[in-house]
């Protein structure tokens, strides 16, 4: 009896119908299958293009937000600011003398692009003088002793002078005195603004361990310059100095401020072997001389009636306008290199 069942289960087994959905592997794809699996593809494809285009408008309308709101290509300052950053790092970080080709190009180009902002707004400037002064300036902050970094200063700024005035004598074109007298000032303070604090740059970095130094006060101006940035966008409210740059606020300067502090903090702990106080030091000294070097830039471009001292960065404006909070951070990082390092005897 049990036999006899046995071969009839195995018998129902056998004329079970095949389900419509089952296939045998070896088989070839039904047409309707394939079509099937190529309009599933279809839609997917479809779908995240769909995710892509809609990210894609929201991050261009927020970037336009953004532009209205403080004149800035968001996206285009990261991309340029991101292949500064590569640059820098690479320079510091392997071979420190590979800076010194890098801050003499910023230095001779922030020279040429304020050379040519203040001759647009009729100063008398000349150009090829200032770069030839800014080059030897530069070049004996590193390769010379530090005290005659003040005498190439000085010679710099002489002859920047005399030539101005030889210039004139030769040009006989009526100019007032007064006028002289400002071409011959302006013209100096060209070598003290650019090429003598990027000299200074150059000093601390001849210093033992003076690379990281001088990436840590890099650093920390632009963290500064970053979270002030960041909170001005989201927060800002109240204007910090609106008759020299409506822009900053004081919501976004609280942002630089715990963001350089920070910086500051971690750079003295994990690079520089100080301790964290030194590192509120830091940060703040940088805070404070990126801000007023920041507010100097927009004063000094206020007065010459432009935006940005050249078109030649997108998204940033010119080279000097990325380096305003840099330049006047060399002297605090300088004076604080000599007191807080623990190698170093005075």
């Known amino acids: ?27 070839p794809l039904d047409p309707t299958d394939h079509y099937a699996i190529r309009e599933q593809w279809r839609a997917a494809r479809d779908e995240f293009g769909t995710h892509v285009s809609q990210a894609r408008d929201h991050l261009d309308q ?31 970080l392997f071979i420190k003398a590979l800076f010194v080709p890098f801050a003499l190009a910023a230095a001779l180009l922030g020279v040429y692009e304020l050379s040519r902002a203040l001759r647009s707004s009729g100063r008398r400037i000349d150009v090829v003088p200032q770069l030839i002064a800014a080059a030897f300036l530069v ?84 963290a500064a310059d970053t979270g002030a940035y960041a909170a001005g966008v989201a927060f800002g409210r109240h ?14 300067f609280a942002g630089a401020a715990l963001a350089s502090v920070t910086a500051g903090v971690l750079l003295a702990l994990f690079l520089l072997d100080l301790p964290w106080w030194a590192g509120v030091v830091f940060g703040v000294a940088i805070l404070l001389s990126a801000t007023l070097g920041d507010l100097g830039e927009s004063m000094l471009k206020r007065d010459l009636g432009i935006k940005d001292m050249s078109s030649w960065l997108p998204g940033h404006g010119g080279l000097l306008d990325r380096l305003d909070s840099i330049l006047p951070s060399t002297i605090p990082a300088l004076c604080l290199y000599f007191l807080l390092s623990p190698w170093v005897v005075l």
């Not at 204007?239 to 976004?252: L, N, Y």
Request: glycine share 10%.
């Open 62 to 92: 927020t970037n336009e937000r953004i532009k209205q709101r403080t004149g800035r290509d968001l996206i285009v300052a990261i991309l340029i600011g991101l292949a500064f950053g590569v640059v820098l790092l690479g320079s510091l």
């Open 239 to 252: 204007p910090m100095a609106p008759r020299i740059s409506p822009k900053k606020t004081w919501e976004g």
């Open 139 to 222: 070049l004996s902050a590193y390769f010379a002793a530090p005290w005659l970094c003040w005498v190439m200063l000085f010679v710099s700024v002489a002859f920047v002078i005399v030539w101005r005035l030889i210039a004139q004598m030769i040009a006989q074109d009526g100019r007032t005195y007064g006028d002289v007298l400002g071409d011959v000032v302006i013209g100096g303070f060209v070598q003290i603004y650019v090429p003598f604090l990027a000299g200074m740059a150059l000093i601390l970095l001849e210093q033992e361990g003076g690379q990281w130094w001088v990436l840590s006060f890099i650093a920390i101006a632009v």
């Open 1 to 27: 009896m049990s036999d006899e069942s046995g071969e009839a289960a195995d018998s129902g087994a056998v004329r079970r119908p095949r389900s419509a959905g089952a296939r045998n592997p070896g088989a």
